[in-house]
Structure formats: structure tokens, C-alpha cells
């Protein structure tokens, strides 16, 4: 099983759309979460972190379980300029802060 | 401020080929590391070094070099290029390793016949 597993994509929604991602992580002891985003073909970005409390920045909203070890992400009212590949990141701080990177769901926005 | 930069951006090698790819930030970041990015993997870390003068493996080291000279540079060497080698390469720095923003460089797309 990999330590971080996300939604296989692509997902492709109407502008305007709310969309979900998921992400799930196999160890316990993952103590700091995130969500990156990369444009095709460029480097990856950090998108926002993910706390305990759930937290917005603005059209975006991300969620952290620690009882069912899942993290999400939700995009409201979709732009065109969403349309990337969404990085959920896992850092593990006792094994000397090791960040585990998922495979990345693919979001595409059409008018 | 430049960030990361990471030279150069394309490159093709014939197995057995040895080259350097090089990496530089101007963020004074304590810790630099090296991935790969294949299809379906995610990226993959290869090696990082959380100062000057100190290196340790990631997940996929073999095949692959590092050294850290000064805070600055971090150039991964490719000792015998393999196809299996072919992927696209990202250099990241942060301040300090774990819960830190990571900026990554442009990367280099390597392609080994």
C-alpha cells in the first residue's frame, strides 16, 4: 500500500463547479499535511497547508482527519486557471521531517 | 532573488553517459534535495543534505551522487546513465527539512537511449 494515495483523475468539471479531492495516508505518526499544485509540466507550488482545525484561502478549503487519516481539498466556484495537478503531501517529523509526496489527482475546468 | 534554479532544462544521454545537473538557490535554505518525477509515482526523493557538508540518501539513491560544497549549490550526478533513468528531475529548497514550504526549481527533463 503507499504511504499517500490519492483520487486517480482526471477530473474534468464545468467552470464554476465544486470539486473534492481526497487523500489518504497510511502512517499514524504524519504529523504535518499539505497541499501542492503543479502546472503542467512546471515545478510544483504549495498550494496551503492543512491544519488540525481545517482551514480556507478563499475558493479553497482543506480538512484533515486524523482519526480516519484523510485530507481533502475542496475548490469552489471553478476557474479555468484551476485547471492543474493537486499534490497531497504528508510530512513525517519523526523520521527527521521525510515528506511523502502522493502520485497527484489531475484537474481539468472547461468553459 | 532567482529562488531555485536548476541547469539544464533538457537533456539526452547515451547509457553509460555520466553528467552533473546542477542546482542553486539564493534563499540561504538550510536543506536542498533532489527528486524525480515519473508518471503514476509521485515524486520520489533521491538525495537531500540539510547543511554544507552533509548529505544523506532518500528513497531512490542508487545511480546518483550528491554533494553540498557551500549552502548554495546542490549538484546531483549521474554516475552511468540508465534508461530507467529517463524522468524529469526537481531540486526544492526550504529552510529546514520537514514542515517547511518547499520552492522547487524548473526542473530537467532527461531522457537516457
Known amino acids: 500500500r503507499k504511504e499517500v494515495e490519492q483520487d486517480p483523475g482526471p477530473f474534468n468539471v464545468p467552470e464554476g463547479a465544486t470539486v473534492a479531492f481526497n487523500c489518504t495516508y497510511s502512517n499514524s505518526a504524519s504529523q504535518s499535511f499539505f497541499w501542492y499544485r503543479q502546472d503542467c509540466r512546471k515545478e510544483p507550488k504549495l498550494l496551503m497547508s492543512v491544519y488540525s482545525s481545517g482551514n480556507e484561502d478563499g475558493r479553497f478549503t482543506a480538512q484533515l482527519n486524523r482519526a480516519s487519516q484523510y485530507i481533502s481539498l475542496l475548490i469552489r466556484d471553478s476557474k479555468l486557471s484551476d485547471s492543474a495537478t493537486y499534490l497531497c503531501v504528508v510530512n513525517q517529523e519523526n523520521q527527521g521531517g521525510k515528506l511523502i509526496f502522493g502520485q497527484g489527482t489531475e484537474l481539468s475546468v472547461k468553459p | 532573488n532567482a529562488g531555485v534554479t536548476q541547469t539544464p532544462k533538457f537533456q539526452v544521454l547515451k547509457t553509460g553517459q555520466s553528467m552533473t545537473l546542477q542546482c542553486a538557490q539564493d534563499?540561504?535554505?538550510?536543506?536542498m534535495s533532489w527528486y524525480r518525477q515519473d508518471p503514476g509515482m509521485g515524486l520520489r526523493l533521491i538525495h537531500y543534505s540539510v547543511g554544507a557538508g552533509i548529505t544523506d540518501q532518500g528513497e531512490v539513491p542508487n545511480g546518483y551522487n550528491v554533494s553540498r560544497s557551500t549552502t548554495e549549490d546542490f549538484p546531483l550526478r549521474l554516475l552511468s546513465a540508465a534508461p530507467s533513468q529517463t524522468s524529469v528531475y526537481f531540486c526544492a529548497s526550504s529552510r529546514r527539512r520537514g514542515r517547511y514550504e518547499q520552492y522547487f526549481g524548473p526542473g530537467t527533463r532527461l531522457t537516457v537511449t
Open positions: 534563499m540561504n535554505h538550510e536543506y
